[in-house]
């Protein structure tokens, strides 16, 4: 069975930094592009970024551009999300998702949600 599970979330202070994780389950990462997608309360979801499935294509939304970084280690069956200079705007539940088509379109199986508050 396809699992995403995702890690790392968690209270910062605006400025600060978390780095996300998404781990597979089930299957192996190395064939699939993994995207991050946010919600915040009382919004709609928003994909945040995503990886092709060799990490040669990425892409990110305007508000996260020069502050998130997404990788992958396909090794470690894992894709990362690297966020600086958190906003109180970026507080929202963090998914991860995986696209069998490998382009960043087509999302099928989805994990439970991180959660990350920014507030001071």
């Known amino acids: 069975q396809l699992q995403l599970v995702e890690s790392g979330g968690g209270l910062v202070q605006p400025g600060g930094s978390l780095r996300l994780s998404c781990v597979a389950s089930?299957?192996?990462?190395?064939?699939?592009?993994i995207g991050w997608f946010r919600q915040a309360p009382g919004k709609e979801r928003e994909g945040v970024s995503c990886?092709?499935?060799?990490?040669?294509?990425?892409n990110y939304a305007d508000s996260v551009k020069e502050r998130f970084t997404i990788s992958r280690d396909n090794a470690k069956n894992t894709v990362y999300l690297e966020m600086n200079s958190l906003k109180p705007e970026d507080t929202a539940i963090y998914y991860c998702?995986?696209?069998?088509?490998?382009?960043?379109?087509?999302?099928?199986?989805w994990g439970q949600g991180t959660r990350v508050t920014v507030s001071s």
């Open positions: 990886i092709s499935s060799s990490g040669g294509n990425t």
């Open positions: 089930g299957f192996t990462l190395d064939s699939y592009a």
């Open positions: 998702a995986a696209d069998d088509r490998d382009l960043c379109l087509y999302f099928g199986s």
